[in-house]
Each structure stands twice: as C-alpha cells, then as structure tokens.
C-alpha cells in the first residue's frame, strides 16, 4: 500500500512530536543526566508547537487507508491534551528535582503517552484505537512507578499495570467479536454492518459492552474505577495531575467518537450501559470522598464524579450533549491542572504535604494561593457563576432535552452532596487554626500555573461564550 502526499499532511503534528521525541531521546542518552532540564523544556515547548500546527493550516479528512481521521473534535481534543501534557510536565521540575528522581526519560515517556493519546484521538479503526491506546498505557505505566524509590509510587504502578492490562484485554476481546460479526474492525465497516442488521446478532452487542468497558477503566467510571483512589494517592504529584487530565481527556474523546461513530445504530442499547456508569460513577464520587482527609485521594474521587456528569452529556446522544462534553472538558482541565498545583506548593520545612488538615489557616499565611484554591473549589463544585457551574449546567440541558430526567436529577443531588467536601476544604482554609504553617511558595512555573488557571476559571465565568463556541463547532461535525 503507498501512503499518499495527503495522508502525511493530515498527520503532521503526530508525525512532528514523534520525529523531535526520537531526537531528543538519542541526545539525552548521549548526554546523560546533564540534559534533563533541556529535555523537558524542549519537550513541553514540542508539545505546544505541535498544538499549533494542529490549526496551521487547519485540514479535514481521512488518512492511511482510514486508519486515521482528522476533523474538528479531534483537533480540539488534541489541543487539550497537549496543553495539558506539557504544562504537567513543566510542573514536575522542580517536584522530582527535590525528591531527586529528575531523569531525562521522565518528558520523554510523557511525550510517547501523549503521542498515543493523540492516535486515539484521531482512530478510525478498532486496530488503530488499540495500537494508540497501548502506546499511551505503556508508557504510562512507567512513569507512575517513575519514583523507584517510593513504596507507594512503585505500588501505584504496578496496580495501575495489572488493571490496566485487563482492561486493555477486555477491550481486546469486545473488538474481535465485533470483527466476527461485523466482517471489519473500520468505524466505517462497522457503521455499514449495522445499519445493514448485524445489530440485532448478540455477538455485537457483548462485544460493544466489553469495548465500552474497557474505555470506561481508561475514563475511571464506575465500576472500572477501582485503581484511581490508590494510583492518584500514590503516584508522584505532578504524575497524578497528568493522569486526572490528559488521559482522562483523551479517552473521553475516544469513548464519543466510537459511540458516536461507528456504534450509533446501537444508541438505544449503549444508552443504558453508559446512564447506569453515569449514575453511578456521580453518586460514589459524591459519597466516598466525604470521609476523605489526603487531598490526591479526595481529587481521585472528585475526577470518578466528574466522569459522571460528563457521561451523562454523551447519554444524551444529542449535539447539544457532546457540546456540552467538550465544553466540560475544557474547564475541568483548567480546574484539574490548578488543583495540583496548588497541592505541588504545600510544603511544610520544605517536605510535601497532602492532608487536608495541613491547609488549616491558609487565607492567613498565603492568601493569595488561598484564594485561588477558593476558586477551583467553588467552580468544581458548580457554584454560580463560576466556570464549573456553567458546565454542569449545559450538561444537565442536554439530559433534560434527552428526556433523561431521573439520570438529571440524581446528577444535581450528587453535585449538592459533593458540594460538601469541597466546601469543607474552603472552610479548612479560612476558618481553622493553624498547628504550623505552610512554607511561603517560592516562584516558579508552579505558581504560575495555578494563578494562571485561577484567572482562566475566573475568565470562563464571566464570559462562557467563546468557549462554547468552540465547543460547538467540535461537536457540529458528528451531526452533519
């Protein structure tokens, strides 16, 4: 088969980050440990060109035999993923520099998992959904264990390696009994099939649950979210916040495209697979955060309950629905990335702290990095007017357009309990005693993140507009 001119062209930006990835590598083996600081800088600074030449000029189409697909959701998916990526990156300098486990590999097995990442992203084919999600998983393996000398970083790898490894099988096995039934593993095979009447064949429909149940390990909802908690907990801080955003960002996208896709023949029978891991992935985020006092831990189960509201946007089956998705995504990014920085700041005698206890009278000492987590806390709990709000909101639309009202209203219940954990945080902030305070952050492009997304939240509030519209035109084009 000869790969034409056009097929290149549409896969610019992957071919890019690959290109500089190899290069960068083979001078960091050359290099040695003296490279790091270059590497991981070049590598963020990779990431963001990549990003721009997403737009540069900005193409639609099919490419390698149509394995590859390019359109508006997958390019604004893409963008997010690696602003996500490279800025985590950057945010893990000066963490692994102190715990001194700073290695060049580090970027680098972030820019592969990002590169798979965006493969699925733009998959056209069950075989190439499969190649780029183990290209992501692989290396994301790794770099959760990344800390070998932590027990609970290397325990956070190997858990995160053996459940990831089943659901990738799950995964596996879902895609050829849809092979076997539908004579093609391409989304547009797949489409014609059923439209043809191999939805009604049982064989079919098991396979579709064990695809879905695979991507929904990838997304951390319910049931297949039992390795978030202990991975977020003990994985290296700056990896924790690459997990509950890119990845996350990345397999929701994948799960719209396959459902929206190929599988939207089926949409009355995956409706109730993914109402029920909505439902349910809301309520225990809500529920067994409560009780939670380490602040990773408490975040792992904050992403299960925004899974939740985000799966219930996809439920809808309806434009307004994925626009909603895509709209959530962007903000939870912006509020996830936030978060962990804030948390990448707590040090008290220079060691990390994670409790949330160890927040008590922060308003007091540092009030300006008080402020900020007021504001991640409040918008992910969807207090008006604040970002968080306005994306619970448009997705709570959609449902009740959907005529999915119990799934709604359960929804708005689990955002009023889980309003509680995240209040409390606040309430920790302002109105506790300090046993000791924490450490003045120094500056640095920690600091600058946090700030950053604190007026981005604060920028999303006040004016939602342009980022719907953004949303909406990645959406436009799974409804023609």
């Given at each position: 088969m000869?790969v034409?001119?056009e ?8 071919i ?13 083996v050359?290099?040695g440990e ?8 070049a ?7 990549t ?5 540069m ?7 390698f035999?149509?394995l590859?697909?390019v ?11 690696l602003v996500g ?5 950057l945010?893990s300098c ?5 715990v001194?486990a700073w290695?060049f ?9 990002t ?7 733009s ?5 190439a ?10 290396a994301l ?20 390696f053996v459940l990831?490894?089943?659901a ?6 879902g895609?050829?009994?849809i ?7 391409a ?11 191999k ?11 064990f695809?879905?149940?695979?991507l929904?390990f990838?997304?951390?909802a319910v049931?297949?979210h ?10 290296p801080t700056?990896?924790?916040a ?6 996350k960002?990345?397999?929701v ?8 896709g190929?599988f939207k023949?089926l949409?009355?029978q995956?409706?109730?697979i ?14 067994a955060a409560?009780?939670?006092?380490n602040?990773?831990?408490?975040m792992?189960y904050s992403?299960?309950?925004n899974v939740?509201y985000?799966?219930l ?9 994925i626009e909603a998705?895509?709209?959530?995504l962007?903000?939870y ?6 978060v962990?920085?804030t948390i990448l700041m707590?040090k008290?005698?220079?060691?990390m702290v994670?409790g ?12 300006m990095?008080a402020f900020?987590l ?6 992910l ?6 970002a968080?709000?306005?994306g619970?909101?448009y ?7 959907a005529k999915?009202?119990v799934?709604?209203?359960l ?10 954990y995240?209040l ?6 302002y109105f506790d005693?300090p ?14 993140v946090a700030?950053?997304a ?6 999303f509030?006040l004016?939602p507009?342009?980022?719907?519209l953004i ?7 799974l409804f023609?």
């Amino acid at each position: 088969m000869i790969v034409g001119l056009e097929s290149w062209t549409l896969a610019r930006p992957e071919i890019f980050l690959a290109a500089v990835t190899c290069l960068l590598l083979v001078y960091g083996v050359v290099r040695g440990e003296a490279s790091t600081a270059f590497i991981s800088g070049a590598t963020s600074l990779a990431m963001l060109v990549t990003a721009v030449l997403l737009f540069m000029p900005y193409r639609e189409g099919t490419a390698f035999a149509s394995l590859f697909i390019v359109d508006r959701l997958t390019t604004t998916m893409k963008a997010m993923v690696l602003v996500g990526s490279a800025v985590t990156i950057l945010m893990s300098c000066a963490y692994f520099e102190q715990v001194k486990a700073w290695r060049f590999e580090y970027p680098l097995l972030v820019a592969l998992a990002t590169l798979g990442m965006m493969l699925m992203i733009s998959a056209n084919d069950l075989m190439a959904l499969y190649v780029g999600l183990e290209l992501q998983s692989l290396a994301l393996y790794v770099v959760a264990a990344f800390q070998r000398d932590s027990v609970r970083s290397t325990e956070a790898g190997v858990k995160y390696f053996v459940l990831g490894s089943v659901a990738s099988g799950m995964l596996l096995f879902g895609a050829s009994l849809i092979y076997g039934f539908c004579g093609g593993t391409a989304f547009v095979e797949i489409s014609k099939a059923l439209l043809d009447g191999k939805g009604a064949e049982l064989g079919v429909i098991v396979g579709l649950v064990f695809v879905v149940a695979g991507l929904a390990f990838k997304v951390s909802a319910v049931p297949f979210h039992m390795w978030t908690p202990d991975v977020y907990e003990g994985a290296p801080t700056p990896v924790t916040a690459l997990f509950a955003a890119a990845p996350k960002i990345a397999a929701v996208s994948l799960l719209v495209s396959v459902l929206m896709g190929p599988f939207k023949p089926l949409f009355a029978q995956w409706q109730q697979i993914v109402v029920v891991a909505s439902v349910l992935s809301m309520a225990l985020g809500a529920f067994a955060a409560l009780r939670q006092q380490n602040i990773k831990r408490l975040m792992a189960y904050s992403s299960i309950g925004n899974v939740g509201y985000i799966l219930l946007g996809l439920a809808s089956g309806s434009e307004k629905g994925i626009e909603a998705v895509v709209f959530y995504l962007a903000i939870y990014l912006v509020m996830t990335l936030g978060v962990f920085a804030t948390i990448l700041m707590m040090k008290r005698r220079g060691v990390m702290v994670e409790g949330v206890p160890d927040l008590a009278g922060l308003a007091r000492s540092h009030p300006m990095m008080a402020f900020a987590l007021l504001l991640f806390m409040f918008s992910l709990a969807g207090i008006p007017p604040l970002a968080g709000f306005w994306g619970k909101l448009y997705i709570f639309i959609a449902a009740v357009e959907a005529k999915l009202y119990v799934p709604a209203v359960l929804g708005v219940l689990a955002s009023v309990v889980a309003s509680y954990y995240y209040l409390r945080i606040v309430k920790v902030m302002y109105f506790d005693e300090p046993a000791e305070t924490l450490d003045a952050p120094v500056f640095g492009i920690t600091r600058v993140v946090a700030f950053a997304a604190a007026i981005l939240v604060a920028a999303f509030s006040l004016a939602p507009q342009p980022l719907s519209l953004i949303a909406a035109a990645a959406a436009k084009g799974l409804f023609p």
